[in-house]
């Protein structure tokens, strides 16, 4: 296996000035201590950290599974539960904007993704909106496409759905490397669903690129956002996106299961035929007709009766984006893993991890995966000792930088911690 290379290629940020080789060479670890301190200090996004509900002496890294919830959000769920629910009841439906909450909180999150207002809707899990996205899109498409692309290296779950939608639609289905998928698409392609970074390796995907190849051959593009949004820029409009999906609980910390979004570009919502019509996006969604008739606008992906706690406790989440940039986000996301790679590399022993995570910055996402042998107990010991990122099989530790709060420091105590696993490691 071969030593991590950590040199930043393509840069967007130089974390700081390299120190002289020779104090290097005399004490890696106490050069990279210093420099942890001096870019924690200059860190424009430093006091963000006070808005997490963090666990002492832990050092998560796991925001690209589960992100931990705010200091406020406890407060809101209180009043939510006690006086929402528990005084007013029904009436706040209305009283306390229950009714328009999963339009409200979409146009929160579209302000994260380059969506303009009444473009995403928050509710279902992020399964239930890829099924949506995917027959809506070949329900769109001209007579005679009839495939449906799909990310070979997709979380599961998206190729599970995929197919599922292809058998229904009397569509074929190909799966095909995420970088190819625009030079694949041809005369027969309805509609190709990609993911923006790749939930195992962390690897970016071209997404304006991509979305202009298909187009180009007259499909659409549906791409899942679940481990990019509020971890990197993401420009939907600008790009031309058609529809795309997202969780809420990674690096927007809605929570565990809180609801996933819906993204339905405006021009295409009047054509946007969900397999999946309910009550709630009705045009008369009182009026009980035993008719469908469709909303206007992004209203056209709701369902059933949205998911109010959960609902309310990712728009609490979302004030810890008040007054974040997210090109500081993005700046301090490839600098912190730039600098846990050089971390690894000066003190993990020489040969026992491999880098999965592409280098280049253009390539790379807001989480860095080592393949290493016995990744899962190696793993396992990491959790006990305070650190906390996850195993993926076979043989891939994953390490999510969120970088809301996650501090240089924490990225070289967690490079410390897997150096000394590993030199005890057979």
């Known amino acids: 296996m071969s030593e991590p290379t950590t040199q930043p290629q393509d840069a967007a940020v130089d974390p700081a000035p390299s120190a002289p080789a020779s104090a290097v060479t005399a004490d890696p670890a106490a050069v990279l201590t210093d420099r942890a301190a001096a870019l924690d200090s200059a860190d424009p ?67 994260l993704v380059g969506a303009a207002p009444g473009q995403v809707v928050v509710g279902d899990s992020t399964s239930v909106n890829v099924f949506k996205a995917l027959v809506a899109a070949v329900r769109m498409a001209p007579d005679g496409r009839d495939e449906i692309l799909v990310d070979a290296a997709t979380f599961p779950t998206d190729g599970y759905i995929a197919e599922s939608a292809a058998r229904m639609t009397g569509c074929t289905i190909r799966a095909v490397a995420a970088e190819e998928i625009g030079a694949a698409a041809g005369e ?158 000066a003190l993990v022993p020489p040969g026992r991890v491999e880098t999965v995570t592409p280098l280049p910055h253009a390539e790379r996402g807001s989480q860095v995966s080592l393949r290493c042998a016995n990744s899962g107990e190696v793993m396992r010991t990491l959790t006990e000792r305070g650190v906390i990122g996850d195993h993926r099989s076979p043989d891939v530790l994953r390490f999510g930088f969120t970088p809301l709060y996650t501090r240089f420091a924490d990225a070289l105590r967690a490079a410390r911690v897997l150096a000394d696993v590993l030199e005890g490691t057979p």
Request: net charge negative.
């Open 45 to 111: 996004l430093r006091a963000v950290r006070d808005r997490f509900a963090l666990v002492p002496d832990e050092v998560y890294l796991d925001g690209n599974s589960l992100g931990p919830p705010t200091t406020q959000v406890m407060d809101r769920l209180s009043d939510v539960v006690g006086r929402e629910w528990g005084r007013l009841g029904i009436r706040s439906w209305d009283g306390s904007g229950w009714w328009t909450a999963p339009e409200r909180i979409g146009d929160r999150v579209g302000a």
């Open 188 to 345: 027969r392609t309805a509609v190709a669903l990609v993911n923006h970074v790749d939930y195992r390796s962390g690897r970016l995907n071209d997404l304006p690129s991509v979305t202009a190849a298909l187009h180009a051959a007259g499909a659409l593009a549906v791409w899942d956002l679940c481990h990019s949004a509020g971890a990197l820029p993401v420009a939907l409009d600008g790009d031309g996106v058609d529809l795309a999906v997202g969780c809420t609980y990674k690096y927007l910390n809605g929570g565990p299961g809180s609801p996933a979004y819906l993204y339905v570009r405006r021009d295409l919502q009047p054509r946007f035929d969900s397999p999946l019509p309910g009550w709630n996006s009705h045009a008369d969604p009182f009026g009980m007709a035993p008719a469908y008739a469709p909303a206007d606008g992004a209203l056209r992906g709701r369902v059933g009766t949205p998911e109010i706690l959960s609902l309310l406790a990712l728009d609490t989440a979302l004030d810890a984006w008040d007054g974040v940039d997210v090109a500081d986000v993005r700046a301090k996301s490839l600098a912190l893993t730039d600098f846990f790679l050089e971390s690894v590399t």
